[in-house]
């Protein structure tokens, strides 16, 4: 079993940055894709950003550019670091890992962008 916590949302202005974290419970190098997602209300979860456990990146275009995921296995952590931020980046961001065959979801982190 993985255990997954969200951290470093909160209230930016619109331009500004927040990088978001990922803390796993399990050791890092034995997970698989690492996703972060985003919903807001009414709306289904979208991709945000994923990386493999070899590194490999994937980005939604609304993000290209403004946003970099990457992995510390040091810290046990997948972190998001987002830039350029705009109000429609508005949502409660979530983590997901790979471990096995199961899927793991954390709780969420609310970032909203707002002047």
């Known amino acids: 079993q993985v255990q997954l916590v969200e951290s470093g949302g909160g209230l930016v202005q619109p331009g500004g940055s927040l990088r978001l974290a990922c803390a796993t419970s399990?050791?890092?190098?034995?997970?698989?894709?690492i996703t972060w997602y985003r919903q807001t209300p009414g709306k289904q979860r979208e991709l945000v950003a994923a990386?493999?456990?070899?590194?490999?990146?994937n980005y939604a275009d609304s993000v290209k550019g403004r946003c970099t995921i990457s992995r510390d296995s040091a810290k046990n952590t997948v972190d998001l670091q987002m830039n350029s931020l705009k109000p429609e980046d508005t949502a409660v961001y979530y983590c997901?890992?790979?471990?096995?065959?199961?899927?793991?979801w954390g709780q969420g982190t609310q970032v909203t962008v707002s002047s």
């Open positions: 997901k890992a790979q471990f096995g065959w199961r899927e793991y």
């Open positions: 990386i493999t456990r070899s590194g490999s990146t």
């Open positions: 399990t050791s890092i190098v034995s997970i698989g894709t």
